[in-house]
Structure formats: structure tokens, C-alpha cells
């Protein structure tokens, strides 16, 4: 194999590489931008416990005074 050949294989060997990591950083960020940010994530479980909790109270409530 004489040295260009190598350094041919090389660079396609580089081409590839960065073309693969090209590929898995794009599936990365399109995932990320597909999920919710965390704090929103939070705030609507805080907001279902929030209604879950109203709701359990107001049951009580009806049941004790009605």
C-alpha cells in the first residue's frame, strides 16, 4: 500500500467518522427539542398533584357537611 493510498484511506476513514458523529449530534437535538423542558415537566405535576389534592379535599367536604 503505498502512502497515498493510506492517507486516501485515512481521510475516508475521518470522512466517515465525522459524518457518524454528524448523524448522532442531529438525532441528539431533534430528541431534545421533541421533550419538554423539565421545569414545565414539573410545573404540570405540581399542578395534577395541586388538583388531585382540591379535588380529595372538596370529596371530604361534600361527604362531612352535605
Avoid: H, N, Y
Avoid at 9 to 21: E, G, N, Q, S, V
Avoid at 37 to 64: D, H, K, N, Q
Amino acid at each position: 500500500m503505498t502512502v497515498l493510498a493510506t492517507l486516501r484511506a485515512w481521510a475516508r476513514r475521518i470522512k466517515r467518522d465525522a459524518f457518524t458523529l454528524w448523524v448522532a449530534r442531529q438525532a441528539e437535538e431533534r430528541e431534545l427539542q421533541a421533550a419538554p423542558p423539565r421545569s414545565v415537566a414539573g410545573a404540570v405535576a405540581i399542578l395534577l398533584l395541586w388538583t388531585l389534592a382540591l379535588t380529595a379535599c372538596a370529596a371530604w367536604m361534600l361527604r362531612r357537611f352535605a
